[in-house]
T-cell receptor, first 112, second 108 residues
Framework: GAGVSQSPSNKVTEKGKDVELRCDPISGHTALYWYRQSLGQGLEFLIYFQGNSAPDKSGLPSDRFSAERTGGSVSTLTIQRTQQEDSAVYLC??????????FGPGTRLTVL | SQQGEEDPQALSIQEGENATMNCSYK?????LQWYRQNSGRGLVHLILIRSNEREKHSGRLRVTLDTSKKSSSLLITASRAADTASYFC????????FGKGTRLHILP
């Protein structure tokens, strides 16, 4: 069956521009997570959705970062006024009641 | 399956005891990472060990890596109730592959 998909797979943008990253979770998965992985670093938790609500936004690094999820399915992560330190791979994962997280392939963001 | 495996799948110990979890992986790695997940929360990165390292410490955590056996272990010393969580290893090369995790329960 279809897994978690993310788009775009690669995004190169100029400093100061806004970017929007998309995640399509596995159908029926109620939980959705966003992570960021900088080069050579571990995963950094950003935000977690249960349905359309986000009970845990503690990982968002600044107010330039926001995320939404509509219809309990697709989620978008928006980064406003991108900075070079935002360059990373952004990973999305979804899970059902079993809590096993299934990861998407990630979006590689490069801010020039 | 590419997925590595943690052993044991579940572990219950008394508070104050040491907890040891093992991980076997299948691919060549750049580094191996351990994560914790509390129920209903996101994964939290604990420690990263590079392929040329054999042991690493962070607070009450000790990680070992044996690349000849493609295995790693995570030791939590002097366990606390707050350590109750699931623990995952992740093998990292050009992609990141998580194991299925060990559910650790610390008994008061």
């Amino acid at each position: 069956g279809a897994g978690v998909s993310q788009s775009p797979s690669n995004k190169v943008t100029e400093k100061g521009k806004d970017v929007e990253l998309r995640c399509d979770p596995i159908s029926g998965h109620t939980a959705l997570y966003w992570y960021r992985q900088s080069l050579g670093q571990g995963l950094e938790f950003l935000i977690y959705f249960q349905g359309n609500s986000a009970p845990d936004k503690s990982g968002l690094p600044s107010d330039r970062f926001s995320a939404e999820r509509t219809g309990g399915s697709v989620s978008t992560l928006t980064i406003q006024r991108t900075q070079q330190e935002d360059s990373a791979v952004y990973l999305c994962a979804s899970s059902s009641l079993t809590n096993t997280q299934y990861f998407g392939p990630g979006t590689r963001l490069t801010v020039l | 399956s590419q997925q590595g495996e943690e052993d044991p799948q579940a572990l219950s110990i008394q508070e104050g005891e040491n907890a040891t979890m093992n991980c076997s992986y299948k691919t060549s790695i750049n580094n191996l990472q351990w994560y914790r997940q509390n129920s209903g929360r996101g994964l939290v990165h604990l420690i990263l060990i590079r392929s040329n390292e054999r042991e690493k410490h962070s607070g009450r955590l000790r990680v070992t890596l044996d690349t000849s056996k493609k295995s790693s272990s995570l030791l939590i010393t002097a366990s606390r109730a707050a350590d109750t969580a699931s623990y995952f290893c992740a093998e990292v090369d050009d992609k990141i592959i998580f194991g299925k995790g060990t559910r650790l329960h610390i008994l008061p």
